[in-house]
Structure formats: structure tokens, C-alpha cells
């Protein structure tokens, strides 16, 4: 594939969908043809099927969902966003930039909900294929800053309450946990970068963690 797979990850409220706008913003300056896109289900209108099962996954009503359901439901809306989207976006040559991707679920549904990591790699194989980042940026954040900022989001949206925003301390406790433990795993391709701070500071931070996989600029 030609293209470039660039994925973010982090706990709730860390500054994910800004920092994804700022890059975009940069890469396509640079003359990048960028898609965009998110986990689960894809952007708006990118695959019906995934914005079906985020619909399941991410409503209050939906109540507690069996684990391995869970986690089955994630991966078979990344196997759509994965064969539909973001493949042949990298076939054609484009950045693709991921608001979360297969981290996610390692560190939600193993590390927090205490699955098998071996499973969930076995199913992150089976469902991505030989689709996976190049590199990926870890916005770290405490988890109290991130719930602060994510419940703020949710008041200026209308909502009152979401699946995994409700969820306990010490359940995003382990999901940071669970980042931080696959960074030190794989420090080749995940990057932390420190979400603290001025919103530009962060988004040079970014393109400093990205720069090197990045092709060269199209600009004249």
C-alpha cells in the first residue's frame, strides 16, 4: 500500500478529534491528500453498516453488553471501516488518520474489562488484515482532566450520559494503564505525546511524533 496509516488513541476527553482536525489542517497545506475517519463505524456516511453498530455500541440504552459481544461488535464494525475505507484510501496513496483503532480495544476491553490480550490480537489480525498503523499518537492525559473535559463536551452536545464516559475512575484508570503499557511494548510505532497544555503546543508535538513516517511534502 503507498499511503500512510496514522492512528490516535487515549483515555475519554484527551483531545483526540482536535488534534486529528490541527494534523489534517497541517498535512494537507503540505499538499497530503488526507482522509479522515473514526472507530467504530467510520466518519459520517463512510460505512452504514459501522455507524449501525457505534449506534449499539455507544448508547446508554443499549445496557451492559457480554464482553466477548463487545468486543465482536467492535471488530466487525473495524473490519468494514478497515475493507471499505481506510484500505483503499492507503492503495490510492492517501494519510489516513484514524480517531482510534485496534489500541482501543486492548486497552478497553482487555486491560479495563480484563479480556484475554491474546484473543483480542487474534481478532485484531482477523479483522485488519495486513491493514495496521504506521504510527500511532498517544494523547496522555490524567484521567480525571480527561473525564472533566469529556463530561464538558457531552454538556455543550445535550448529553447527560454516555456508555463509556459513565463508566467508574478506576475503569479508566486501567484504560490509561493499558496505553501506557502497550507504548512501552511497542515504542517504534506508538508515540506519547503530552495532551496538557496549549492546543497548538500539542498539535507541534503531534507532527513532531509523525514527521518521520511521513512521504515527502507535495507543495511547489
Given at each position: 500500500m503507498?499511503?500512510?496509516?496514522?492512528?490516535?488513541?487515549?483515555?475519554?476527553?484527551?483531545?483526540?478529534?482536535?488534534?486529528?482536525?490541527?494534523?489534517?489542517?497541517?498535512?494537507?497545506?503540505?499538499?497530503?491528500?488526507?482522509?479522515?475517519?473514526?472507530?467504530?463505524?467510520?466518519?459520517?456516511?463512510?460505512?452504514?453498516?459501522?455507524?449501525?453498530?457505534?449506534?449499539?455500541?455507544?448508547?446508554?440504552?443499549?445496557?451492559a453488553?457480554?464482553?466477548?459481544?463487545e468486543?465482536?461488535?467492535?471488530?466487525?464494525a473495524?473490519?468494514?471501516?478497515?475493507?471499505?475505507?481506510?484500505?483503499p484510501?492507503?492503495?490510492?496513496?492517501?494519510?489516513?488518520?484514524?480517531?482510534?483503532?485496534?489500541d482501543?480495544?486492548?486497552?478497553?476491553?482487555?486491560?479495563?474489562?480484563?479480556?484475554?490480550?491474546?484473543?483480542?490480537?487474534?481478532?485484531?489480525?482477523?479483522?485488519?488484515g495486513?491493514?495496521w498503523?504506521?504510527?500511532?499518537?498517544?494523547l496522555?492525559?490524567?484521567?480525571?482532566?480527561?473525564?472533566?473535559?469529556?463530561?464538558?463536551?457531552?454538556?455543550?452536545?445535550?448529553?447527560?450520559?454516555?456508555?463509556?464516559?459513565?463508566?467508574?475512575?478506576?475503569?479508566?484508570?486501567?484504560?490509561?494503564?493499558?496505553?501506557?503499557?502497550?507504548?512501552?511494548?511497542?515504542?517504534?510505532?506508538?508515540?506519547?505525546?503530552?495532551?496538557?497544555?496549549d492546543?497548538?503546543?500539542?498539535?507541534?508535538?503531534?507532527?513532531?511524533?509523525?514527521?518521520?513516517?511521513?512521504?515527502?511534502?507535495?507543495?511547489?
Open positions: 503507498n499511503g500512510i496509516f496514522i492512528t490516535f488513541e487515549g483515555v475519554e476527553g484527551c483531545g483526540k478529534s482536535t488534534q486529528i482536525t490541527l494534523l489534517r489542517q497541517k498535512l494537507e497545506s503540505l499538499g497530503h491528500d488526507v482522509l479522515v475517519t473514526r472507530e467504530p463505524g467510520g466518519a459520517p456516511g463512510q460505512s452504514p453498516a459501522g455507524e449501525s453498530i457505534r449506534r449499539i455500541v455507544l448508547d446508554p440504552a443499549t445496557g453488553l457480554d464482553a466477548v459481544s468486543l465482536f461488535l467492535f471488530s466487525a473495524r473490519r468494514e471501516l478497515v475493507s471499505k475505507i481506510i484500505a484510501a492507503l492503495q490510492g496513496g492517501k494519510i489516513v488518520l484514524c480517531d482510534r483503532f485496534a482501543s480495544t486492548a486497552a478497553y476491553q482487555g486491560f479495563a474489562r480484563g479480556m484475554d490480550l491474546n484473543l483480542i490480537a487474534e481478532t485484531a489480525r482477523t479483522a485488519c495486513e491493514v498503523p504506521h504510527r500511532t499518537v498517544l496522555d492525559i490524567s484521567v480525571e482532566e480527561g473525564l472533566n473535559r469529556a463530561g464538558k463536551r457531552m454538556e455543550s452536545e445535550g448529553r447527560s450520559e454516555a456508555r463509556f464516559e459513565d463508566e467508574g475512575l478506576k475503569f479508566h484508570q486501567k484504560v490509561r494503564a493499558g496505553f501506557l503499557e502497550i507504548a512501552k511494548s511497542e515504542p517504534g510505532r506508538v508515540k506519547i505525546v503530552n495532551a496538557v497544555g492546543v497548538t503546543d500539542v498539535a507541534n508535538a503531534v507532527f513532531d511524533a509523525v514527521k518521520d513516517v511521513l512521504p515527502p511534502a507535495k507543495q511547489s
